[in-house]
């Protein structure tokens, strides 16, 4: 019971800082200093990332009549502008899969650590701050306004969100923003790419970490899934409504606070 309390608690973190901009790294890394599950260090790699597919749900089912690109037979079939939007999100999708694939294990060993992490944190919580200071006037204000060659200017972004601590949804928040959209526009296109992003690396952890999976090992990803998506409905629907009437520079203090705690945290404890 003690195993999956802990669980439930990396879940808890995951829905909440997955979609929020503070990086679920940062917060990750701090967490598994005081809850260590009783599993290999191979399976909670794996399962750290995995887990983001419980959050990523909560977006197809908040999100569903945007995303779902059929209709009834009456009204036509196919929405057109559906499907332009998801070829937009896999245009999107292209520079972080690329490099990704070809660069994951490097990346990993390079910047998997306190200090890079802390220094992302930081450094995003300035850029937060000064964005939103200096922000250009929104040319963009609904998805369907969106050019194609913003949608992959945001996913030039999203591939700085492969060095940990960045924060992916931070990194192409940051990037909608400074290309001209709106904050609401540049959250829910952070969403959606989500979506085959995440998918897809949770994929390649999978069949990195292999398929023989003990039933504990079954039942942890299934708790820590289910509780990810139960709290991400929630993270979602709170940051859409907050963005409404706020900016994010609290995003931006919140960051540099929880950098700060980091490095000082680790280097303290040696």
Partial sequence: MLEFLK????GIVEGITEWLPISSTGHMILVEEFIRL?????FMEMFLVVIQLGAILAVVVLYFPKLWPFRSPKNGWIKKDTWILWFKVLVAALPAAVIGLLFDDAIDEAFYNYVTVAAMLIVYGVLFILV????PRPRFKSLNSLPWFIAFGIGVFQVLALIRG????????????LLGTT????????FFLAIPVMFGASLLKIL???LAFT?????????GMVTAFLVSVFAIRFLMGYIRKHNFIPFGIYRIVLGILVLGYF???G
Avoid: D, P, Q
Wanted: avoid cysteine.
């Fill in 38 to 42: 009783n599993v290999s260090e191979e």
């Fill in 132 to 135: 939103e200071n200096h922000r």
């Fill in 215 to 223: 039933g504990y090992e079954i039942a942890v990803l299934l708790v």
């Fill in 267 to 269: 280097l303290i404890s």
């Fill in 208 to 210: 990195k970490f292999g």
């Fill in 166 to 177: 960045s924060s992916r949804s931070g990194a192409t928040i940051l990037g909608g923003i």
């Fill in 183 to 190: 904050r609401g526009v540049a959250a829910e296109f952070s």
């Fill in 7 to 10: 669980v439930i608690v990396l």
